[in-house]
């Protein structure tokens, strides 16, 4: 049972538009979620947070958006850049007693064209 | 400050053969975590450890076993190899057992045959 879900698996943008990725979640413990920026042979590596009390954390060119009632986040790359082509995973993080559960998502590889 | 760091890279076993995976975590951080990421997969929790006891657990058997020292670098060790187990294994490090960001080493593949 896949409890974070990104339900497209490739995106494709032209440079300088908005990249738009989304994620929904079906576990309402989860306070916390992520997404992690992941380039071919790399760890992944932490892009932005957002807390469940929070509907909107924006970071330069990254804003993240929580939708708490319809389970939903997404992540808004304006304006996108060749270099942010890489493979997108949305992370939802709850309290697991004395240590964080962080469940994935399967990924949105991002393909940016000049 | 130096990042968290994996060896080796990349490796090959056969079934039934033992490996052990190291990870070396980011400067100030006491946490390490090890996650499995099967091809096409987000990656999967395996174990937490926080100041060298095991601190949670993921849906992994036994022969899925860790160590953490106390310079806080870390090791997975997998018994028994099968197919399925190959994988990029993937390290983590965060500053506490209850933080919410960790952050990750460049991963170790592993081909099973």
């Known amino acids: 049972d896949q409890q974070v879900k990104q339900n497209s698996p490739s995106l494709s943008v032209q440079e300088g538009r908005i990249s738009i990725l989304n994620c929904d979640y079906t576990?309402?413990?989860?306070?916390?979620f992520l997404w992690y920026k992941k380039y071919p042979a790399e760890g992944p590596t932490f892009l932005i947070s957002i807390s469940s009390i929070k509907d909107k954390n924006e970071d330069g060119r990254f804003t993240v958006f929580l939708n708490k009632s319809a389970k939903h986040l997404s992540l808004h790359i304006v304006p996108s850049q060749p270099g942010d082509s890489a493979v997108y995973f949305c992370?939802?993080?709850?309290?697991?007693?004395?240590?964080?559960?962080?469940?994935w998502g399967l990924g949105t590889s991002l393909a940016v064209n000049p | 400050e130096t990042g968290v760091t994996q060896s080796p890279t990349h490796l090959i076993k056969t079934r039934g053969q033992q490996v052990t995976l190291r990870c070396s975590s980011q400067s100030g951080h006491n946490t390490v975590s090890w996650y499995q990421q099967a091809l096409g997969q987000g990656p999967q929790f395996i174990f937490q450890?926080?100041?060298?006891?095991?601190?949670g657990r993921g849906n992994f058997p036994p022969r899925f076993s860790g160590l953490q020292f106390p310079n806080y670098s870390s090791e997975l060790n997998v018994n028994a190899l099968e197919l399925d187990d190959s994988a990029l294994y993937l390290c983590?490090?965060?500053?506490?057992?209850?933080?919410?960001?960790?952050?990750f080493g460049p991963g170790t593949r592993l081909l099973v045959l």
């Open positions: 450890y926080y100041r060298e006891e095991e601190n």
């Open positions: 992370a939802a993080s709850l309290n697991a007693g004395n240590n964080r559960k962080l469940i």
């Open positions: 576990n309402s413990m989860f306070d916390y």
């Open positions: 983590a490090s965060s500053p506490g057992g209850n933080e919410k960001t960790q952050y």
